[in-house]
T-cell receptor
Framework: NAGVTQTPKFQVLKTGQSMTLQCAQD?????MYWYRQDPGMGLRLIYY???????DKGEVPNGYNVSRLNKREFSLRLESAAPSQTSVYFC???????????FGQGTRLTVV | GQQLNQSPQSMFIQEGEDVSMNCTSS?????WLWYKQDPGEGPVLLIA?????ELTSNGRLTAQFGITRKDSFLNISASIPSDVGIYFC????????????FGQGTTLQVKP
């Protein structure tokens, strides 16, 4: 029972490089989320998708793009990484009307 | 935008003591959730609250959804060493499908 799977688990990027963080869920959930976690800042919402085909900005969307490829997958893209994007990124999913979001294990990203 | 203020930021207590933490917001939420995060892991749901005034327990944990719908608290009774971790409150934004906002977290340390 995989739940929410994120890849990669760790990544180091140079400033200006691009990359895509992958997320997939096998719980048939409609809603999916991307958060970043920084010390003392809690979890801040980057983007979310309430259903397949829709995406909306969260609290800190600048510097990121997302794609809801299908119901299972929600990817986060950094087009030109900056050191300020060094963080732990979490993907989560939840059933529509039920906000008990379930989290992946996280991706630890360092931008040098 | 919507913000959740969680307090205290950190707590260091003796094993066996009771713990209380709370979240407040200037906005109304129609769902409150409490999560715990262990080091290196994603947050895991502890308690979900769906109705104003609701009081829900999960073992030694008790949480309440404030009457005004702008606050919630979590109590842990008779703390044990495995309660160590970061506790987050989260709220679903009223009238907005799927937008789940988190507090800054309370770091709990328990001294055996």
């Amino acid at each position: 029972n995989a739940g929410v799977t994120q890849t990669p688990k760790f990544q180091v990027l140079k400033t200006g490089q691009s990359m895509t963080l992958q997320c997939a869920q096998d719980m048939n959930h409609n809603s999916m989320y991307w958060y970043r976690q920084d010390p003392g800042m809690g979890l801040r919402l980057i983007y979310y998708s309430a259903s397949e085909g829709t995406t909306d900005k969260g609290e800190v969307p600048n510097g990121y793009n997302v794609s809801r490829l299908n119901k299972r997958e929600f990817s986060l893209r950094l087009e030109s990484a900056a050191p300020s994007q060094t963080s732990v990124y979490f993907c989560a999913s939840g059933a529509q009307g039920n906000t008990e979001a379930f989290f992946g294990q996280g991706t630890r990203l360092t931008v040098v | 935008g919507q913000q959740l203020n969680q307090s205290p930021q950190s707590m260091f207590i003796q094993e066996g003591e009771d713990v209380s933490m709370n979240c407040t917001s200037s906005s109304i939420f129609n769902t409150w959730l409490w999560y715990k995060q262990d080091p290196g892991e994603g947050p895991v749901l502890l308690i979900a609250l769906y109705k104003a005034g609701e009081l829900t327990s999960n073992g030694r944990l008790t949480a309440q959804f404030g009457i005004t719908r702008k606050d919630s608290f979590l109590n842990i009774s008779a703390s044990i060493p495995s309660d160590v971790g970061i506790y987050f409150c989260a709220g679903l934004v009223t009238g907005n499908t799927g937008k789940l906002i988190f507090g800054q977290g309370t770091t709990l340390q328990v001294k055996p």
